[in-house]
Structures are given as structure tokens and as C-alpha cells.
């Protein structure tokens, strides 16, 4: 028995200093920012017209909870009718105020914050969050708070921590909340430390030998009414946060993905005449950040041009330039603006060119050595070629105009054609005169691009959408499934290496984030067509944030 | 039984096999119903025959497309069929355009378009054989969408693109040299980035001798040269045609210029006399953006002839000469003046070939479409023609250009709205204030005033 009772003691001392042990790894300065863990609340002001009065009052108090579960932190909860806030927290001695709008942002929300250092009157964070609907502002509470809680009290590993669970169907590992020794959680379940032995190291990359074996959806934006023909990643960290660029027939709109959140952020629209072919993402004037080459078509007329980044927005340069333009990245080295002329009666004339933009104007470089007289180029022209190594030689990716994946030598000529359909197209354009035979004007098929991904050892991987078509079913959207697919070269021949579970909805483009690299965890975005447009329903579409495991 | 179940699975067998192979096949086409109303005898194709106090007319047509191709990339079998019908048309019975009436059940499908196509490898040249649709580069006035059998290549050699081509119009005797054929060679340009320009060159080489058939022939008929104006000619015997002509097509600033002109020589040779062809075409046409739409703006002048005593036809031969709508012009999108780009089993024009029965015609037409709103495109589109010389044009003498070249004046208006992907629904309307050539006889006496010609249609068309 007293053998028994020494024993209980010993694991307990041994459990506390096991508890003691972590404190350390996972604690951190209380005040990495400077700040100590105080910080007052101010009632939220609604500057929506709509009646989300009940959900506002609630923020201080939610967000207190996280905050103090998150970073135990000290809050003090100020009240509605109360004087000024800033007297009231300084009556409060504490030396944080936080106060916090809720407005309407599209369909949507946006939570926007403010934290002020009482002590010297400046701002020592502004944090904020966009809601899709009105219940999902308390759900984005979560990302505040993990934002806040990081950055201002230092609290590491706390936005990841409070990213919004993967919605149906997803799978994510569990995440544990680190959480400060001996500070009581509040509103959940107390949250452990981790206390299993750090896990052997597991390869993490294509060249540590990690292969791919699954593609997973971790999260998706808010439904966007159009029919979105394409995604291509702009500027975006190391991590995969920044933007991306979806479009349809005529409107870019522009998301930012945090975590795993996929946020709208604002959007470009033109008129009923106006018919975006594509839209691509290059850093043209070399300040660093990615601007926008949009394919324009306005009637018969090529109308492409440029937006320019500048600082948050873009700001359209006045020149118009018929040519249909897609990015080539890393072509030579680099990534260049690919530009064809559209033909008087046909889609295409003549030879792709490398653009050079001069501050005002893309014009024709270099012509690229592919030879469009043959197929497959002659009959599909720019869209979705893509360079890319595959073993040691430079060749070029390319969905050809029945959608089938091929992979072309340098000079043009076809060395492979897959059986199955990629990168199919969800959009197209007319051109040339009326076909009395077929009832309509002939139509040229919008295909999107497969990303090159480079693997070690000539072993390279492209992550295209794959779209299951009936038999003899060749209109344009109509399928039987659609995925998202990373396929790997080998052999001569591409196969499967990771895909996505097949959906009902139409996969209309996929980009990776960033472009080009990828690791275990990587994140894709995918657009996805839920409802073409039609008398019957309204347009709806959204994009999807896949990881690669 | 046994036995049974050995077919079974002899059909499963082949249904498996013959799957791969068609995954290759594609399905496309159109179904498309016409509901009219107008005030003149349509449900047919030809020229209109203007007349007085007309009684408003209403009917309903439909023509479905099915265009099948199976192969590759290098080689596609395509089989394009058609079906023709009227509602509340025959039942149970054999033909083309039948098969509307109750319980229908009518043999009714026509063969349009039966070909091989293929592509010479890693080469830009294809080679199309069978029975085919071709245009030519003058906006169909000497044979436009025509169904013919023949041999169609094309190649190009940067900035070169080359067609050549050779149909055979109408066999006679296997072994004699009495067919009609025709000859197209044409290599198109691109001197510079906006401007592309053809040259081509058409042979018409008809040694059918006048015979039945599809040989040019002198008689009545409004589609057929007139007998008057080959007077003298006696058993036509050959009529050779040669058309060298350009094309071209620029972009101007906001615009586009594009236009076309040919000439038409040659002989037409009977066993006593014969007949010199000098017939001549030019058109031209600008197309632009305009405002939140695009318009257009095109004149054409075909020559006719005004003389016919003396040893010229200055009008020009055309396919449809040959057979009715042999020659189709209908960019400029008129609904009563000349055929209509979208006309089905019903297609008519105050002028249906562009030869005018060998009066020519001067016709000049403007039009403007845009977007209305998302799904919604609407049109209009006015345009004005006119004989080119004044003659007779036919020996009926209903009408004719005698004493007056004016034809009439249309405006026709439309809207389209998109259901669904592929499934449009329009209204359209025209109205045609006849010309005074439609009010004299063929001694230039008033006969009659003629009225006014307006008609409407209701179209669902689903494209597939």
C-alpha cells in the first residue's frame, strides 16, 4: 500500500515537472509586442443597415473568452452606455483598448478591429476578418482572436490554432492549442499541452522523398454569384496566404487566403459587352508584386490590358492590345506574358510571341520556337500551354482542344496525348461568321492550364483538373465528374500520383500556393462551377483550398 | 437458352469493346422551331412573289441537325443528317420535309454532309473527301454553306493559306466528258498583322450541254438564265466560266474593312452562236464596335445586264443557277429582302441568288446588335435593294425592271433570350416597303400597288 502510494506521488511530481517542462517550449514572453496580457473591450458598432444589432453585442464577450483562453489574457469588458471608452479603460489601468465595426462587405461581412496603447495614444494593431454570412462573423471570432492573441501577446501557433475547422468532408490533423500553464480556458474544454514524444521526422518534401497520396478540401470561400471560369495565384508567401484571382465573363474578383480561409477582398467588373478569355498574374514592372494581364473581348474586338498593382488595388493602364495573353512561368528562367494575335475570320494568326511590356504597352519580343502551323497548336493556339522539364528536356505542358493532356517538344510536335480529359474548359468564344450548317457561329473552347510542379530527379509533377465526360457528350459543361489531380511524368506517360474525390461540380481551374513549389501540406486553389447560369437558377460558384498530404 | 445467353454476351462483348472507340465521337447540331406569321406564301424557299391584298399566313416548322463525328485528331468520319417538317405536315409516308402530321412516321432523314477528314502528319495540310459544305471567299454569291461532293484541301505555309478544291456539280454519262464541275484554287495573305488579303481563282467548266439536270439550262425558270438573254444560242453545248477575284479584310483602328471583288469571263456555247460571260461583283463592308454593341455597314453591287440583243451577258452565273440556293448572300441579315442566315425549310428574299435572274442587284444594309442585359441580345437591321440594270427579269412578267430597279426597303428588329445553355428564344419582325419595280408590267404600265410585305417569326433553338 505505502509502496503503491509512493508510487502514485513519484508519477504525479514526474507528471508536474513533465507539464513544468513544457512550459518553456510553449510559453512565451508575455509581452512579445511589448504589451502585457491587459487589454479592454469596447462595445462593436454596426455600420450596416442590416438588423445584426443581437450578433454585435455579443463580440466583446466572445472575443474576450478567446482571448482569454488563447493567451489568458486579462480582459475587461466595458459597457454600451458607459463614458468614452478611452476613460474607461484607463480607469480600468489597463494599457490595451480594443474596439471593433462590423460593416457589409458584399454579400458579407467584415469585422474590423483596433487595438490602441493607451499609454501613448497610437494604434498597436488593427485585425480583421470577413464573414460570409451573419453566423459566420462569431466563427471568424476565432481567427481575431488567434491574430490578436499572436501578434500582440505573442502567443506562437495561435492563428493556426483558431483557424475555422475544415468543412464537411475535409480532414485536418488535430491542432493542439498551446496554452500557458496554469490559465483556465473559457467557453470549451480545457485545452492540454501535448505531452507525446515529438513524432520521428517524416519527409516533408518531393526531394526528401515525400510522395503525394491525397488531395483534400480544408476550406472554401463564400458563394460567388457568376460562373468562374479559372484561378490564378497572385501575390502569395512561402505559406500559401495572399491572393487569388478568379473570373468570369466579365469580373475579376480578388480573395485572400489566410489559413485556410478564403476571404473576398474586392473585385474588378466591366460591362454586359465585355467577355474576360483570361486572366493571369506576372510582376510586369518589377516592383515586386504581381499585376494582372486580363484577355478582353468586347464583341468581335480583342480589347486585352493590363492592371497594374498599386499599393492594395490595381489601377488599369490605357493601353488595349489585341492579343490573347497567358503567363508563362518559368520559361527560359522566368515568367513572360505570351501574346497571339486573333486572325480576321479565324481565333488565332500567326506566331506566339513573348511580350515585352514597356511601362505603357505590351508589344511582340521574341517569337516562341512553336511551330502553329501543326496541331495541336494550330487548332488551340495560346491558351494553356505551359513550359516544363520533364526528365532533362524543356518541353511544353498543353491541353489540346478535345481536352487531353499533351506534352509537346520544343518545337510544337506532339510526343504524348492522354486518354482521359484535363483541363477541360468551362468557357468559350464565338469568332468568324454564321455557320448555316450548324445552326451558329463556330466557338473556340477556353481550356486552362496544367501546373508544372518540379520533383526531384527529372520526376516532375503537374496538378491539372480532370473532367469525366459521357460518350458522346461534348457540350460545353456538360460532364459526368470533375476532381483536381496531381499527376506525375514517368515512363513517358503521366499517372496519378494524388486527386481529389470526384465531384458533381465542375472543377473549371486549379492553380497551386505559390505557384511552382510544393511540400507536404501544400495548398492548390480550385474553382468550381456549382450553377451555370441559366432561366432556371442563378450562377454560383466558389473556391475551393485544397492540401496536398 | 444457352444459346441465348451466348448472344448476350456476345452484344455486352462488342457494347465494351466498341466503348473506347467512342470515346472519340462527338454529337453536336441544332433543333430549331419556327412559328411565322406574314403576309406572303412562305413555307417553301425561292423568290418572293409580292401580289396584292395579301392574306396573312401562319405556320409552324421545324428542322433538327445531328452532326456525328468519330476518329482522331488525323481523321474524322463526320455524317450530318437532317430532318425537315411542318407541323400538322404528312404522316406515315416517304420524303424529305414530311412526317408533321399526326402520328408522323415518315422516312424523312436527308443525308446533308457524309466525308472523310484527315490531316497529312506534322503538317499543317487536310484533306476533306465526300459530300461536303464549302463557301466560297465572296460571302456565298457564287455558291454559299453549299452541299457538294467533291475534294477540299488546305495547307498553309506561313503567311500563306492555301484551299484548293474541286466539286463535281452533276455526273452525266460515265464515259463522256459532259459534267459540270468547278474548280477553286485560293491562297490568302497576311502581309501585315492586320490586313489579310486573297487571291483566288474559280473555274466553272459545265460540258453538260443544256440536259436535265443540274447542267446551266435557258429557260423560264427565275433560277435559270433567261432564255432572252441568250438569244440566238441554240443547244447550249458547254459554258466554260472563269472568276479570278481578291478578298481582304482589315482592322482599322476600331474597325474592320473587309470586302471582295471578282470578275466573271468566259463562253457560253450553243451548237449555233454563243455568248461571252462578262460578270463582275465588288462588295464592301465595315464592321465596328459601337457604343455598348457592334454594327455593321455593307454595300454589294452584282452586275446584271440590259441588253439582250447583243452577244455579252454581263450578269453572272452562279451556283444557284444550278439549284436553288446553289448561291446564298445573307450576311446582311434581312429577313424579306434576301434570304435570312437563319432560315430553315422556309427561306425566301425579294431576290433569292444574287444574279437577280440576271438583272444584278445593288444592295446596301446596316445593322447594330448588342447585349441587352445578361442573357438578353437584341438586333436591327435596315437595308435597301435594287435591281442593277433595268430588264426583264423573267418571262412570267409578274414583275419585273423594265421601266423601275427599286426592290424595296426593309427594317427587321429581334431579341434573344438565353434559357439556358444552348436554348435561345427570340422574337423576330420585318417589314418591306416595295420598291415601284414591283408595281409595272413588262411594258412599264402601273398594274397594280402591290403591298407591302411584313413578316414575324417565333424561334426556340437548342444548340447542342
Redesign the interface.
Known amino acids: 500500500m505505502r509502496s503503491h502510494f509512493v508510487r502514485h506521488k513519484a508519477f504525479q511530481v514526474l507528471g508536474a515537472l513533465l507539464l513544468l517542462s513544457f512550459v518553456p517550449v510553449f510559453s512565451v514572453p508575455a509581452s512579445a509586442a511589448g504589451y502585457s496580457r491587459r487589454i479592454a473591450i469596447a462595445p462593436f458598432a454596426s455600420l450596416t443597415k442590416e438588423d445584426i444589432g443581437a450578433t454585435v453585442s455579443v463580440l466583446p464577450r466572445l472575443l474576450a473568452s478567446r482571448l482569454m483562453a488563447l493567451a489568458g489574457a486579462d480582459v475587461v469588458l466595458l459597457p454600451a452606455d458607459g463614458k468614452a471608452p478611452e476613460a474607461a479603460a484607463k480607469e480600468a489601468k489597463v494599457p490595451l483598448l480594443l474596439q471593433g465595426t462590423v460593416s457589409k462587405l458584399g454579400k458579407g461581412y467584415s469585422v474590423d478591429t483596433t487595438v490602441t496603447d493607451l499609454e501613448t495614444g497610437k494604434t498597436a494593431g488593427a485585425f480583421f476578418a470577413a464573414a460570409a454570412t451573419e453566423d459566420d462573423i462569431i466563427a471568424q471570432l476565432g481567427v481575431l482572436s488567434g491574430e490578436i492573441s499572436e501578434k500582440l501577446f505573442g502567443v506562437q501557433g495561435a492563428i493556426r490554432a483558431t483557424a475555422p475547422p475544415a468543412s464537411a468532408g475535409a480532414s485536418s490533423a488535430p491542432v493542439m492549442v498551446p496554452v500557458p500553464a496554469g490559465i483556465p480556458s473559457i467557453g470549451g474544454a480545457p485545452a492540454v499541452a501535448a505531452q507525446a514524444p515529438p513524432p520521428a521526422p517524416v519527409p516533408a518534401t518531393l526531394d526528401e522523398g515525400w510522395t503525394p497520396s491525397s488531395i483534400k478540401k480544408v476550406g472554401q470561400s463564400d458563394k460567388i454569384a457568376d460562373e468562374i471560369y479559372g484561378v490564378v495565384a497572385g501575390d502569395v508567401d512561402a505559406d500559401g496566404n495572399g491572393e487569388v484571382l478568379t473570373w468570369g465573363r466579365n469580373t475579376i474578383y480578388v480573395y485572400r487566403v489566410k489559413g485556410t480561409d478564403v476571404l473576398p477582398y474586392t473585385r474588378i467588373s466591366r ?3 465585355n467577355h474576360f478569355l483570361n486572366v493571369d498574374a506576372i510582376d510586369l514592372d518589377g516592383d515586386g508584386k504581381k499585376d494582372l494581364v486580363v484577355t478582353d473581348r ?4 480583342m480589347v486585352s490590358f493590363v492592371l497594374l498593382r498599386k499599393g492594395d488595388g490595381f489601377a488599369e493602364t490605357p493601353g488595349r492590345f ?1 492579343y490573347h495573353l497567358a503567363v508563362l512561368r518559368g520559361w527560359n528562367g522566368k515568367n513572360v506574358v505570351a501574346g497571339q ?1 486573333q ?3 479565324e481565333p488565332f ?3 506566339i510571341y513573348a511580350m515585352k511590356w514597356d511601362g505603357k504597352v505590351l508589344s511582340e519580343g521574341e517569337p516562341l520556337p512553336l511551330n502553329t ?4 497548336v ?1 487548332a488551340g493556339g495560346v491558351y494553356s500551354l505551359s513550359p516544363a522539364v520533364l526528365g532533362s528536356d524543356g518541353q511544353w505542358l498543353y491541353v ?1 482542344v ?1 481536352e487531353k493532356l499533351r506534352v509537346l517538344g520544343a518545337g510544337g ?1 506532339s510526343v504524348y ?1 492522354s ?1 482521359d480529359t484535363f483541363g477541360a474548359a468551362s468557357d468559350r468564344f464565338e469568332y468568324g ?8 457561329r463556330p466557338f473556340f473552347v477556353l481550356r486552362r492550364p496544367p501546373r508544372w510542379i518540379s520533383g526531384p530527379k527529372g520526376a516532375s509533377l503537374v496538378l491539372v483538373t480532370e473532367v469525366r465526360k459521357g ?2 457528350s ?4 456538360s460532364f459526368e465528374s470533375s476532381r483536381v489531380v496531381l499527376l506525375q511524368w514517368e515512363g513517358g506517360g503521366f499517372s496519378e500520383r494524388a486527386g481529389s474525390p470526384k465531384s458533381d461540380l465542375f472543377f473549371s481551374g486549379v492553380d497551386l500556393l505559390p505557384p511552382g513549389k510544393m511540400r507536404r501540406g501544400s495548398r492548390a486553389i480550385a474553382s468550381v462551377i456549382e450553377e ?5 437558377k442563378e450562377k454560383a460558384s466558389q473556391l475551393v483550398l485544397l492540401r496536398v498530404e | 437458352m444457352r444459346k441465348g445467353f451466348l448472344i448476350m454476351v456476345a452484344v455486352v462483348l462488342a457494347a465494351a469493346l466498341a ?1 473506347p472507340a ?9 433543333i ?1 422551331t419556327n412559328g411565322w406569321m406574314s403576309n406572303f406564301v412562305a413555307n417553301s424557299a425561292g423568290y418572293i412573289q409580292p401580289n396584292k391584298d395579301l392574306p396573312s399566313n401562319s405556320y409552324v416548322e421545324e428542322r433538327g ?1 445531328f ?1 456525328i463525328k468519330t476518329g482522331n ?2 481523321v474524322k468520319a463526320v455524317y ?1 443528317a437532317e430532318f425537315d417538317q411542318s407541323f400538322g405536315g404528312q404522316a406515315y409516308t416517304t420524303g424529305r420535309n414530311l412526317g408533321g402530321g399526326l402520328e408522323a412516321d415518315t422516312t424523312n432523314i436527308e443525308t ?2 457524309i466525308y472523310v477528314w484527315f ?1 497529312v502528319p ?3 495540310a487536310d484533306f476533306t473527301v465526300g459530300v461536303q ?1 464549302q463557301s466560297d471567299s465572296y460571302a456565298g454569291v457564287l455558291f454559299g ?1 453549299t452541299d457538294l461532293a467533291g475534294v477540299f484541301a488546305n495547307f ?4 500563306v493559306a492555301v484551299r484548293l478544291g474541286w466539286s463535281k456539280f452533276w455526273e452525266n454519262a460515265i464515259n463522256k466528258a459532259d459534267d459540270v464541275d468547278l474548280y477553286i484554287a485560293e491562297a490568302k495573305f ?1 502581309p501585315t ?1 492586320d490586313v ?1 488579303i486573297g487571291a483566288n481563282l474559280y473555274f466553272l467548266n459545265d460540258m453538260g450541254g443544256g440536259a436535265k439536270g443540274n447542267a446551266l439550262q435557258i429557260n423560264n425558270a427565275i433560277n435559270t438564265v433567261n432564255p432572252a438573254e441568250f438569244s440566238g444560242v441554240t443547244a447550249l453545248r458547254k459554258v466554260r466560266v472563269y472568276i479570278p477575284g481578291v478578298d481582304f ?1 482589315a ?1 482599322l483602328g ?1 474597325a ?1 474593312l ?1 470586302g471582295f471583288a471578282f470578275y466573271e469571263f468566259g463562253k457560253a456555247e450553243g451548237t449555233a452562236n454563243s455568248v461571252d460571260v462578262k460578270g463582275y461583283v465588288g462588295d464592301l463592308r465595315a ?1 465596328a ?1 459601337l457604343g ?3 454594327g455593321f455597314l455593307e454595300a454589294i453591287y452584282v452586275s446584271g445586264d440590259d441588253n439582250k440583243t447583243d452577244t455579252d451577258y454581263k450578269g453572272v452565273i452562279t451556283a444557284g443557277n444550278y439549284n436553288l440556293a446553289g448561291a ?1 448572300y ?2 446582311t441579315n434581312m429577313m424579306i429582302l434576301l434570304p435570312n ?3 430553315i425549310n422556309s427561306s425566301y428574299g425579294l431576290t433569292y441568288d444574287p444574279a437577280n435572274g440576271g438583272a444584278g442587284i445593288f444592295h446596301v444594309a446596316g445593322g447594330y446588335s ?2 441587352l ?3 438578353l441580345v437584341g438586333a436591327a437591321n435596315v437595308g435597301y435593294i435594287q435591281a442593277a440594270k433595268n430588264r426583264a427579269r423573267d418571262q412570267g412578267g409578274v414583275y419585273n425592271f423594265a421601266k423601275d430597279k427599286a426592290m424595296g426597303t426593309e427594317i427587321n428588329a429581334n431579341v434573344n ?6 436554348l435561345d428564344i427570340g422574337v423576330y419582325a420585318g417589314y418591306a416597303w416595295l420598291g415601284s419595280a414591283y408595281d409595272t408590267d413588262s411594258t412599264g404600265a402601273v398594274t397594280q400597288d402591290n403591298d407591302n410585305l411584313w413578316t414575324s417569326k417565333l424561334r426556340l ?1 437548342y ?2
Request: net charge positive; proline share 6%; hydrophobic share 25%.
Open positions: 460591362g454586359v459587352q468586347e464583341g468581335d474586338r489585341p494575335r486572325g480576321n475570320s494568326q500567326g506566331k502551323s501543326i496541331l495541336p494550330s489540346d478535345e510536335k496525348r486518354k461568321e454564321f455557320s448555316r450548317l450548324e445552326g451558329r460518350l458522346v461534348n457540350a460545353l459543361g451555370a447560369g441559366s432561366a432556371f | 466503348a467512342m470515346a472519340d465521337t462527338s454529337l453536336n447540331g441544332f430549331r441537325r452532326l485528331e488525323n450530318f446533308k454532309n490531316k506534322n503538317t499543317s459544305n454553306y498553309k505555309v506561313e503567311p497576311t498583322k489579310k479584310s482592322n476600331p474592320t473587309s464592321d464596335n455598348p454593341g457592334k446564298f445573307c450576311r442566315p437563319d432560315d448588342m447585349k442585359m445578361d442573357k433570350y438565353n434559357i439556358t445553355k444552348g433553338n444548340a447542342f
